[in-house]
């Protein structure tokens, strides 16, 4: 096994992205930049160096995206290591299919609940819009005048308010573990949002939005793996809730590096 070939080819900033194993790495770049064949590198480069496999934890933005690096890692520990022994046990996704992976792990009840993307999340609320588990019916969303004037007929006010209201709830959902927030919603507010959320878990679901800070707040996983997180550019609210997740993995055995885009090259 030839070590120097990891980082062949590579820039000197990539090289040092692909060797900084001993502390939290944050890498910031452009499209194109080479990102995914770095982190593609630096998994290779940690397993080498006596990494197990299973203690790599690869969370990208996309289901394509995972799919994309999952045969990219196989294909050069193939051609560096010689073989793949292990890797299956590396996990490679979506942050929300990893959480439900490690929740289900820990807790049995939750083994036939999955996670809604925001599509599904809203053919669900169509389910639920006239009763009144999912928490509409009872709120301002429902019943505000000038919003139901600006949506006219009744199939378009029906597709709005679904839209309207799913995307209040993933704000509330998502600042539901900080106080700063939370301590200003009044009792309406927070109704709604219990209603939602238990008509959710009663039909075994949970949506993205509220999944993650529920996972954090209700896992008992003793964390030591590495972990690289991947997401397209911070604008995105999703990759909010990422570059939250992995900066609190603030433990003596987790090591973190964090991969986004904007306008540097790297």
């Given at each position: ?91 490679i996704g979506t942050i929300d299919a ?169």
């Open positions: 096994m030839n070590l120097e070939e990891i980082t062949e080819g590579l820039t000197p900033a990539q090289e040092s992205a692909v060797k900084t194993v001993d502390k939290d790495l944050e890498i910031v770049a452009c499209a194109g930049a080479g990102k995914t064949k770095t982190i593609t590198r630096r998994i290779i480069y940690l397993i080498a160096n006596g990494v197990a496999p299973e203690n790599i934890v690869a969370i990208t933005f996309t289901k394509k995206a995972a799919a994309e690096m999952e045969e990219r890692i196989y294909r050069f520990g193939e051609k560096i290591l010689g073989n793949t022994v292990g890797f299956a046990g590396m996990f990893f959480c439900l992976k490690m929740l289900q792990d820990q807790k049995e009840e939750y083994a036939k609940f999955s996670v809604l993307d925001e599509i599904q999340t809203k053919i669900f609320l169509q389910r639920y819009e006239k009763k009144e588990q999912s928490g509409i019916r009872e709120s301002l969303v429902d019943r505000a005048g000038n919003l139901n004037d600006f949506w006219r007929s009744n199939t378009e006010k029906f597709g709005k308010k679904i839209s309207v209201y799913t995307g209040l709830m993933a704000i509330l959902n998502s600042s539901w573990y900080d106080r700063r927030y939370r301590n200003k919603w009044d009792e309406e507010t927070l109704s709604c949002l219990n209603a939602y959320n238990q008509c959710l878990r009663d039909n075994k679901y949970f949506d993205f939005s509220g999944f993650i800070n529920f996972f954090w707040a209700s896992s008992q996983y003793s964390w030591a793996a590495c972990f690289i997180f991947v997401t397209p550019t911070f604008r995105y609210p999703s990759s909010a809730v990422l570059r939250a997740f992995a900066f609190s993995l603030t433990l003596p055995l987790v090591n973190v590096s964090f991969i986004s885009s904007t306008e540097t090259e790297l």
